[in-house]
């Protein structure tokens, strides 16, 4: 099973953009496996940088309210960040030091741009007995994880993300 979806800056009323392109991405099932790929065309005639991801959402318990989820994702350092935006270079943090194992996902708040990204990712539902494998491209080396808690709160949503990128946010200034 498969989907494909296409974007044509030209056919769009209203872009902020100075150059124009397509985004070509397919989605595939292949029995336990999702394929997502992501293709960024200039169709201008000038060169244009381009960055891209995926912004997958996961939720924190699956069959067992009870559980947390575990996550093991190899970065070698994170971005001091302001409102989102690195602003400055990235370093060893806690945070890349402890997704080099298997560690408890937080459940205190954090929004983060991670550098240094292997490629690789597995979060794990022990309650639920139930795993998830990304395998990112190689230029996919930054991970954004968001786990966002309720406002005003130290309590977890039942949500979370983690976002294989090409590039840090804001890449481009």
């Not at 494909?4 to 902020?16: L, Q």
């Not at 960055?51 to 997958?56: A, K, R, Y």
């Not at 402890?98 to 690789?120: M, N, Y």
Request: charged share 15%; aromatic share 10%; net charge negative.
């Amino acid at each position: 099973v498969s989907a494909r979806f296409a974007f044509d800056s030209k056919n769009a009323a209203d872009i902020n953009w100075p150059w124009s392109f397509q985004v070509i991405s397919r989605y595939e099932i292949d029995g336990p496996t999702l394929i997502i790929a992501l293709d960024v065309i200039n169709t201008d005639s000038r060169p244009m940088p381009a960055g891209c991801g995926i912004h997958p959402y996961y939720m924190r318990s699956l069959w067992s309210s009870s559980e947390n989820p575990t996550l093991l994702a190899p970065v070698a350092n994170e971005y001091p960040l302001l409102k989102g935006i690195p602003t400055g270079p990235a370093a060893p943090s806690a945070l890349s030091r402890s997704l080099t194992s298997e560690s408890p996902l937080s459940t205190t708040a954090v929004d983060t741009v991670l550098g240094g990204f292997a490629g690789k990712s597995v979060l794990r539902w022990p309650g639920s007995n139930a795993s998830l494998t990304m395998d990112a491209s190689s230029n996919q080396r930054h991970l954004v994880l968001f786990t966002p808690s309720i406002p005003g709160t130290d309590k977890p949503l039942s949500f979370f993300a983690l976002e294989p990128q090409s590039m840090a946010n804001n890449g481009f200034n």
